[in-house]
């Protein structure tokens, strides 16, 4: 994968959180896919060959879930779906929105294993992607995935606690925030849900109640 990805929610299009992402990214490294079922985090991986890029991942334990001359959806081998695109030219990522000291913009894609899963999963990824590693002091994270500079978003590998294990590997968006209290109350503000604090993050649900965290990342990463 040549490093750009971006991130896709797919599913049933729901208008409110259609409103709430407008408002709350400016349509920020983040493009709607309308399809059934409830809205999910899905990311699309630009590649220089697509075909051999499928066949490599399918040889990584993939599933190819659906190949064409422009595109593939495959699954990890814990079942999330992703994307692959033939490459295409690109400017600048986006930039951060807001004024100083309380910018934000969608930085990571957090990929959630169970602890079945996880290890296999993080093998997956950072074989799939041959992005930069950088591994985390410990559990619930493996460590990130670093693209090339440009690119608009990284990847957070987390295990599933025991209580929320379940038996499908899934993805939920964080966004990078300069003050993340201000930036939790501007998205309540929009419409979300506030749900808990964790250690260096604030777990919200959008309107139509997809999981999403507001983080310590620098808005400047990755």
Same mark, same amino acid.
């Given at each position: 994968?040549?490093?750009?990805?971006?991130?896709? =929610? @797919?599913?049933?299009? !729901?208008?409110? *959180?259609?409103?709430?992402?407008?408002? &709350? +990214?400016?349509?920020? /490294?983040?493009?709607?896919?309308?399809?059934?079922?409830?809205?999910?985090?899905?990311?699309?991986?630009?590649?220089?060959? =697509? @075909?051999?890029?499928? !066949?490599?991942? *399918?040889?990584?334990?993939?599933?190819? &879930? +659906?190949?064409?001359? /422009?595109?593939?959806?495959?699954?990890?081998?814990?079942?999330?779906?992703?994307?692959?695109?033939?490459?295409?030219?690109?400017? @600048?990522?986006?930039?951060?929105?807001?004024?100083?000291?309380?910018?934000?913009?969608?930085?990571?894609?957090?990929?959630?294993?169970?602890?079945?899963?996880?290890?296999?999963?993080?093998?997956?990824?950072?074989?799939?992607?041959?992005?930069?590693?950088?591994?985390?002091?410990?559990?619930?994270?493996?460590?990130?995935?670093?693209?090339?500079?440009?690119?608009?978003?990284?990847?957070?590998?987390?295990?599933?606690?025991?209580?929320?294990?379940?038996?499908?590997?899934?993805?939920?968006?964080?966004?990078?925030?300069?003050?993340?209290?201000?930036a939790a109350a501007d998205l309540v503000s929009l419409g979300a849900e506030r749900q808990w604090d964790g250690d260096g993050w604030i777990a919200l649900r959008d309107p139509a109640g997809m999981l999403f965290c507001a983080t310590g990342n620098s808005p400047d990463a990755p």
């Open positions: 994968m040549n490093g750009w990805a971006e991130v896709v =929610l @797919a599913g049933g299009v !729901d208008d409110r *959180a259609v409103q709430f992402w407008a408002a &709350a +990214l400016k349509a920020n /490294s983040l493009r709607w896919e309308a399809g059934s079922g409830p809205t999910q985090a899905r990311v699309d991986f630009e590649v220089d060959d =697509l @075909a051999a890029s499928t !066949d490599r991942l *399918a040889g990584l334990g993939a599933t190819v &879930a +659906l190949r064409s001359a /422009s595109r593939s959806t495959v699954h990890s081998p814990g079942g999330l779906a992703f994307g692959l695109l033939s490459h295409r030219p690109h400017g @600048a990522r986006p930039a951060p929105i807001g004024p100083a000291g309380r910018r934000t913009r969608l930085v990571q894609v957090c990929i959630d294993s169970p602890a079945s899963l996880h290890d296999r999963e993080v093998a997956f990824w950072r074989e799939a992607t041959r992005w930069r590693f950088g591994a985390s002091d410990g559990p619930p994270f493996a460590g990130k995935l670093y693209p090339e500079p440009r690119s608009p978003i990284q990847l957070l590998l987390q295990q599933l606690g025991r209580d929320d294990d379940g038996d499908r590997v899934r993805a939920h968006l964080d966004l990078g925030c300069e003050d993340r209290e201000q």
